[in-house]
């Protein structure tokens, strides 16, 4: 993923124990994406949309579960490759790469993203990587 000087990438990654196929489905449809897309118990999502094509929008409601705050996290697809690579803009205008390889045992998802300059490093990189660790522990169990 190619990157501004000023903007730092940050990358997270997890192994899934499943098939490719299952994998790609849990992480492109609405209908599981609303499943697995919180950082934390106390976050969810009621409410996802994806036109997965280059061009396309997408669009994660990530609310509190007590209704005290929430936002949209929503985007345009730059490249979709089908079971390979997702590259996309977010709203805000940063670039993110989500990469699948089968690695013989299951299969390796590799996200990179450009980090904001609000909140710190290390705090992108963990939140991030619970929602993947969400991800994951969702397509094990619903394969």
Do not use: C
């Not at 990469?99 to 992108?124: C, R, W, Y």
């Amino acid at each position: 993923m190619e990157t501004t000087a000023l903007k730092k990438a940050i990358t997270v990654e997890t192994n899934v124990n499943a098939p490719l196929e299952s994998v790609w489905k849990h992480w492109t449809t609405p209908e599981s994406i609303v499943k697995w897309n919180n950082a934390s118990e106390d976050w969810h999502t009621p409410y996802a949309e994806n036109d997965l094509y280059a061009g396309g929008k997408f669009l994660s409601r990530m609310e509190a579960r007590d209704g005290s705050m929430g936002f949209d996290f929503s985007g345009i697809y730059n490249e979709v490759k089908t079971k390979e690579r997702l590259i996309y803009t977010i709203d805000d205008g940063r670039k993110v790469e989500v990469l699948f390889e089968n690695d013989g045992s299951g299969t390796k998802v590799i996200e990179t993203f450009e980090a904001e300059v609000i909140h710190p490093i290390e705090m992108q990189r963990g939140g991030w990587q619970s929602i993947l660790n969400n991800f994951k522990k969702h397509v094990e169990a619903n394969q």
